[in-house]
Structure formats: structure tokens, C-alpha cells
């Protein structure tokens, strides 16, 4: 039996390479791709596909609510999802969302085709190695560092941010500055990414 697949990720390259790869297996049909999360449903209603892979560009918390609508209107297209670095919560999340399949993205490619051939059977297949993903206690940012950069995240100013959590702006400013070093970021606003992305906001 065919197992019709649908690819999502907002990194075009990425996604191009990984729906012409999985095409090349031998009982898979790449039948739709989406390039940013709001082309996730649409799609998927018109391609009906039996498993969604959703790559890391899209399953931090914003891709998570489309897959959690996805599972909700299109029951029969069950979900695999591309990790970029996982932690207990962020999986823990995901599954709460629908999916039934993880992997993160440093596995080979065969570890990808077994997840997808195990969500179209309608089996949870989660990598072993994310069972001991690391939990919120693991993470490197403080509470304080957490609260900051969540408020980034929604654009808030350093100003907003130092009235709505009672420091002042300075407090804000180092404590930005660390969380930016912590995670290599380039910026603020890079760094409320990938905390994000970790799961860890």
C-alpha cells in the first residue's frame, strides 16, 4: 500500500530535499508540501495525505497549535515531527498535540522512514533517545531569563518588559544580554527564538 505524504518546513531548502528523498522510497507518494505553518490545513484538506512530516522550521509552540487544528479537522493524516533539539516538555507537547511520531533531526533518514511508516499504521513512534530528552529543570536560562524572553517573543520593548515584570530597564537589558550569550544568538529577538524552538518558553 502507497502512503501518501504531505511535507511542511519553512526552510525551502530543507523542505525540497526532504520531499525529493522521501518521493524516492519505494511505497511512499510525496503528495503536497507547505512552506509556512497557515498552509498546513488548506493543504492537507486538498491533498489528503496519510502521514504529515513537519520539520523542524515549523514544530516549535506556533506550529504545534496548527498541527494540534490539523488532527482536529483532518483525523485520517496522522503526524510525524522533525525535532530540532528536544526537551521532555516540548515532546510531552507535541504528543498532546497529536503526534504520533518524533524524531529529532541529527537521525539518519531510515530512522525517519520507520516513524512515518509507524504513524500510518497509527502507532505512537517516538525516538528512543528523546525518551531521555532533557527536562525544564536541564535547561540553561533561569526563570527570570525564561519570563524576559517570552516577552520578547511577543515584541515587547526592554521598557514593556521592565514595567510588566517590576525591574529596571538595565535589569532587563543584562539579563537579555546573558540569555543572548547562553543561547549564541544574534539578537534578542533571535534568542527568544530559539528558546522557542526548544521548547523552553
Not at 102 to 108: D, L, M, T
Not at 117 to 143: E, F, K, Q, S, Y
Request: proline share 5%; glycine share 10%.
Amino acid at each position: 500500500m502507497t502512503i501518501r505524504i504531505m511535507v511542511a518546513d519553512d526552510h525551502v531548502l530543507f523542505l525540497e530535499a526532504l520531499a525529493e528523498a522521501l518521493d524516492r522510497v519505494e511505497d511512499f507518494d510525496v503528495v503536497g508540501a507547505a512552506r509556512e505553518s497557515a498552509e498546513l490545513l488548506p493543504t492537507a484538506q486538498r491533498v489528503a495525505p496519510s502521514v504529515l512530516v513537519v520539520g523542524g522550521g515549523m514544530s516549535g509552540p506556533g506550529g504545534l497549535c496548527k498541527v494540534a487544528e490539523l488532527t482536529r479537522r483532518v483525523p485520517s493524516c496522522g503526524i510525524t515531527l522533525i525535532v530540532v533539539e528536544p526537551t521532555r516538555s516540548h515532546v510531552t507537547r507535541a504528543v498532546e498535540a497529536g503526534v504520533l511520531g518524533i524524531v529529532p533531526k541529527h537521525a539518519k533518514l531510515p530512522s525517519l522512514i520507520g516513524a512515518i511508516r509507524g504513524v500510518a499504521a497509527g502507532c505512537v513512534t517516538v525516538d528512543p533517545g528523546l525518551l531521555n530528552a532533557p527536562g525544564p529543570g536541564n535547561r540553561c536560562l533561569n526563570d527570570r531569563e525564561v519570563e524576559i524572553l517570552r516577552l520578547t517573543a511577543t515584541g515587547a520593548s526592554i521598557k514593556e518588559i521592565a514595567q510588566e515584570l517590576y525591574l529596571a530597564s538595565g535589569t532587563v537589558r543584562n539579563l537579555t544580554s546573558t540569555a543572548i550569550r547562553k543561547l549564541e544568538g544574534r539578537n534578542r529577538f533571535d534568542a527568544a527564538r530559539i528558546a522557542l524552538e526548544r521548547g523552553w518558553l
